[in-house]
């Protein structure tokens, strides 16, 4: 019975993760010097690799954070992802590293889109209270007759 409840949990995880990720949109960064509290997505230049190695580790690949502060030299990112070659990727917990500008490369900017989240909450509720009915349903809930039982002799 556990066997065939994981298989539908990771079923549902499968179909309700893509909604998450939905609720997010990316686009190309269009500012040299981004706000304070953008979240960005950024590739690690090859010189960067090895200039970041100490403050990320070897081989870091992609950076997603938030800019702590920014400067046309310089960008301070609480790190919230770090990928690295060979697809490994690790969270971190909004940790402030800095970056020189010639390190990060084609930055993007990462915003929760509220359509699409407010859609993904309610398919989400929808699909739970249906869940909710059927597995009520297939207890024995509901579907009784109005009229008492008779009492046994």
Same mark, same amino acid.
């Given at each position: 019975?556990?066997?065939?409840?994981?298989?539908?949990?990771?079923?549902w995880a499968v179909r309700v993760l893509p909604l998450l990720a939905a609720c997010y949109t990316q686009r190309p960064l269009t500012v040299p010097v981004p706000a304070v509290g953008t979240q960005i997505v950024a590739s690690v230049t090859d010189s960067g690799v090895v200039a970041?190695?100490?403050?990320?580790?070897?081989?870091?690949? +992609?950076? +997603?954070?938030?800019?702590?502060?920014?400067?046309?030299?310089? *960008? +301070?990112?609480?790190? &919230?992802? &770090?990928?690295?070659?060979g697809g490994t990727s690790t969270l971190w917990k909004r940790e &402030?590293? !800095?970056?020189?500008?010639? !390190?990060?490369? !084609?930055?993007? +900017?990462?915003?929760?889109?509220?359509?699409?989240? *407010?859609?993904?909450?309610?398919?989400? !509720?929808?699909?739970?209270?249906?869940?909710?009915? &059927?597995?009520?349903g297939a207890l024995g809930g509901g579907g009784g007759s109005d009229t008492p039982p008779t009492p046994a002799n």
């Open positions: 019975m556990d066997g065939m409840y994981a298989k539908r949990s990771s079923r970041m190695s100490n403050a990320l580790g070897p081989g870091a690949v +992609e950076v +997603e954070g938030v800019i702590a502060a920014a400067d046309a030299s310089a *960008w +301070e990112l609480q790190l &919230v992802r &770090v990928d690295y070659r &402030v590293v !800095t970056f020189p500008r010639s !390190t990060l490369a !084609t930055p993007i +900017e990462k915003r929760r889109d509220k359509r699409k989240s *407010w859609l993904a909450a309610g398919l989400i !509720t929808a699909s739970a209270l249906l869940a909710a009915r &059927v597995f009520t």
